[in-house]
């Protein structure tokens, strides 16, 4: 099993939830994929893109359930990212968990697999 992360407003996640699908976040509406990372990569994609934004929630989906949609791209660095091309089922999301801010302004993420 291969879990990945996808950090997103609580708001949003429960417009996905009511759709039953997640379109994507602004940014990935503009790339044109949903942005994941391993649970190696979030804490620092929470660091660098989420700093100072309360109220957030990370999603933990089984990659292997994303079907032929993920790709695994390089990105800073030159690590492999998780990037999904398509809309996300909210049926595919194994666990939801806040992800308050810290005392230096970064979420701090749960315990990831």
Known sequence: MSRIYKILARAEWAAAEAAGRFEGSAVDLKDGF????????AQETARRHFAGQSDLVVLEVEAGDLGEG????PSRGGDLFPHLYGALDTALVRSVA??????DGAPVLPALA
């Open 34 to 41: 949903i942005h994941f990372s391993t649970a190696a990569q």
């Open 70 to 73: 993920l790709r695994w791209e």
């Open 98 to 103: 806040a992800a308050p801010l810290g005392a």
